[in-house]
């Protein structure tokens, strides 16, 4: 136990420090207690050598704590956690909201989502990774299971996309306002307003939206599937 939340520090780089955090694998659960969810200790990179010379160089600051958050959510996910904006908030000495406009700012530039506890456990909202997943697999044309490992998602999870995203899009269509759409498909008005952003920016940008519900989402063989795994391993 001693290990696990205290681990020996004598390894560590210049810039890195140990931190332990909720596990990626940990299901979702509101009302649950930190002692009853599961957790992992993982060593990030809080300021790299490269950051320090950066910053000589004129960089921004604000910059470079964008970076930051990318990078720290990727490499807890990588050693098996899954960070909250609250956790990197504490680690850069900037305020919560802070962090989320780097996230939102950082996915919107790299088209990526990142893996944080909101987006990987579906909490809270995240419209960010919502229209990145719909954009990768409808404009894109990425299969179910590319998705999935682009944006740390489960299977089950991009299917419900597809099948929550085409449902409140057919009411679109019919003319059916936010409250009604809401009803009829079981959700709260908020979350049927964040579709409807998307939905009223691919009207925008000039998609045929009936296209989009017309469009089935590929889903890999079993072979494309290993192929796609090994080449992603490569890489």
């Known amino acids: 136990m001693v290990n696990k939340f205290y681990p020996e520090t004598s390894h560590l780089k210049q810039g890195q420090t140990p931190w332990v955090t909720t596990d990626k694998n940990a299901t979702k659960s509101y009302g649950k207690k930190i002692n009853q969810t599961p957790l992992v200790s993982v060593i990030l990179d809080l300021v790299r050598a490269e950051d320090i010379q ?20 990727k490499q807890s996910y990588k050693q ?3 960070m909250t904006s609250v956790e ?7 305020s919560p909201p802070t962090v989320g406009k780097y996230i939102k700012e950082w996915e919107l530039e790299h088209n990526e989502v990142l893996p ?16 990145i997943i719909i954009e990768k697999l409808f404009i894109k044309k990425l299969s179910v299971q590319q998705v999935s490992r682009e944006t740390y998602h489960s299977f089950q999870a991009i299917q419900r996309y597809i099948s929550k995203f085409k449902q409140v899009l057919i009411c679109y269509k019919k003319g059916m306002n936010i409250n009604e759409i809401a009803k009829v498909i079981g959700n709260t008005p908020r979350l049927i307003k964040e579709y409807e952003a998307i939905i ?8 045929v939206l009936e296209q ?7 889903v890999d063989s079993q072979y494309e599937t290993i192929v796609n795994d090994l080449n992603s391993q490569k890489n």
């Open 54 to 73: 950066e910053r000589k160089d004129g960089k921004k600051l604000r910059d470079i704590k964008k970076e930051a958050v990318a990078r720290m959510l």
């Open 80 to 82: 098996g956690g899954c």
């Open 88 to 94: 990197l908030a504490i680690l850069l000495k900037i």
């Open 116 to 131: 944080r506890r909101g987006s990987i456990h579906d909490m809270g909202p995240t419209l960010t990774h919502k229209k």
């Open 200 to 207: 009223l920016e691919y009207k925008d940008r000039g998609f």
């Open 212 to 218: 989009i519900i017309n469009t089935d989402a590929k």
